[in-house]
């Protein structure tokens, strides 16, 4: 057996840290009393002293996370963060004007991005452009549905089947009770999935404008209480999430059926905007994109793509998003494909989950870097799920690009590292 010099190297390192009764202790259990900060919800100058206080961190430290600017009304956190002590600045860049021809987001959008991550914004910028100089990017919302997927045990399979057939025929009553709970969120499917003693009911909501991750929760909340006290097969336990959703996860089922919203965009790349703006080939970005493809299909990637995860995060950050959701958002599939001397490119992207109100939509920063993009506010939760779509479509394009041409590395080199 040949030992990986990587874990000889580690074993080294272990060996030497521990040769003594008196080292091993340093990874034993330490029972000593600590006196643990205690949690506040509503955050107020006061609260923000005493955490301050407890900290006992340098001066600096609390100038750069509570300035008088971010932090004069702590108040407006309350609703969106406990035990606060200030914020974090991360820098904002801008890409545009990127048109957009989308059945809901119409026009040219600047859009904010905001990432410690250097060349990003301007690799985004470049696709931006170029799929701009296309004529600009056709999107559409394909269908929507943010799911929740609550779980009921029962004594064994025979029950398990009498309360999905109970389910059959009660979902008018388990809508209802659902419903009651919001004014926007609407269940438009449920969908039952029997493993032996366990049912899981995919429950799929329409969410209005906002991305409805808390709306959806309570919602089927009140669907379970109704079920446990209404149906006669004895239920032994039930839980409102299964893990069964893919609920801040990548997942096969979000990929086939999608979470939140389903968004494709597509642009045909005229061959001399190719060659001026994007510096390389039609053929060459043809090329790169079929082994990149292979790599996907040999890694087991759920979908094919370069790096979508990329601007959904700094598009997110940006404009409140919750940002855990680019764990499932970041999924989809990329196509590049011969039009005569053109080049089409296309995303679809089963998962976005994005929203103009609630959440952290309506923090001073986010609603600014909504209102940039021109989409703050009710009645634009679609336009912003196509807007993410055609982002990532630009950074698909940008970085085939840079892949195929040989100027990624120095890309990088300029932007991240020598500027």
């Not at 030497?16 to 029972?31: H, K, S, V």
């Not at 679609?382 to 195929?404: D, K, P, Q, T, Y």
């Amino acid at each position: 057996m040949i030992i990986p010099f990587h874990v000889q190297q580690m074993l080294s390192r272990v060996r030497g840290l521990f040769q003594t009764e008196q080292d091993a202790a340093r990874i034993a259990p330490d029972t000593s009393p600590v006196s643990s900060l205690r949690p506040v919800r509503s955050a107020s100058p006061k609260s923000l002293e005493r955490y301050w206080a407890k900290l006992g961190a340098g001066s600096a430290a609390k100038d750069a996370l509570a300035d008088a600017n971010s932090c004069a009304d702590p108040a407006i956190y309350s609703a969106n963060i406990e035990n606060l002590i200030g914020t974090v600045k991360v820098p904002v860049g801008v890409l545009g004007p990127l048109r957009i021809n989308g059945v809901n987001a119409k026009g040219d959008f600047n859009v904010p991005l905001a990432t410690t991550e250097a060349a990003l914004v301007a690799s985004y910028a470049r696709g931006a452009y170029a799929a701009t100089k296309a004529g600009g990017v056709s999107t559409a919302v394909l269908y929507e549905g943010v799911l929740r997927s609550p779980a009921f045990v029962f004594e064994g399979l025979l029950q398990a089947g009498q309360f999905v057939d109970w389910v059959v025929n009660n979902i008018d009553a388990l809508k209802a009770a659902a419903e009651a709970t919001t004014r926007h969120g609407k269940l438009v499917s449920l969908e039952p999935a029997i493993d032996t003693n366990i049912v899981f009911l995919l429950c799929r909501y329409t969410t209005g404008d906002a991305a409805g991750q808390n709306m959806v929760t309570i919602a089927t909340h009140a669907l379970c209480e109704h079920a446990a006290a209404q149906c006669p097969i004895p239920i032994r336990n039930w839980y409102v999430e299964g893990n069964y959703s893919g609920d801040k996860k990548a997942s096969s089922l979000g990929t086939l059926t999608g979470r939140g919203r389903k968004v494709s965009a597509s642009v045909v790349l005229p061959k001399a905007v190719v060659e001026k703006a994007l510096r390389t080939s039609v053929a060459e970005m043809l090329d790169y994109g079929r082994v990149a493809n292979l790599g996907a299909l040999l890694s087991g990637q759920l979908g094919a793509q370069a790096h979508y995860a990329n601007g959904l995060a700094a598009l997110y950050i940006a404009t409140g998003q919750d940002a855990a959701c680019v764990a499932e958002s970041a999924v989809g599939f990329t196509r590049m494909e011969a039009r005569g001397e053109d080049l089409f490119c296309s995303v679809t992207m089963p998962n976005i989950l994005v929203g103009t109100v609630g959440g952290g939509t309506g923090l001073p920063s986010q609603q600014a870097g909504l209102s940039v993009l021109g989409l703050a506010g009710a009645g634009n939760g679609a336009a912003l799920a196509e807007v993410a779509a055609a982002l990532c479509l630009c950074g698909e394009i940008s970085i085939v690009a840079a892949m195929a041409a040989g100027h990624f590395t120095d890309a990088h080199a300029s932007l991240a590292r020598h500027r």
